[in-house]
């Protein structure tokens, strides 16, 4: 049996608001609007070092 507790969470244990950025992205990417993408990018970018403590 394997000890989930010490396990790195993966991509897809990511909160929802970071879900929620990748899919906004993918949509604005498959829509061409790289303007869109890079928004997505950078919220998501800043959400991760205020809510997930990451160094941007």
Do not use: F, I, N
Not at 4 to 11: D, L, Y
Not at 20 to 27: I, M, R, T
Not at 36 to 43: G, I, M, P, Q, S
Request: aromatic content about 0%; glycine content about 4%.
């Amino acid at each position: 049996m394997t000890d989930h507790s010490t396990a790195q969470p993966s991509e897809t244990d990511e909160c929802r608001d970071c879900q929620e950025l990748d899919l906004a992205e993918a949509v604005a990417r498959g829509e061409r609007d790289e303007s869109r993408a890079t928004d997505c990018r950078v919220l998501r970018k800043r959400h991760r070092a205020a809510e997930h403590g990451e160094q941007p």
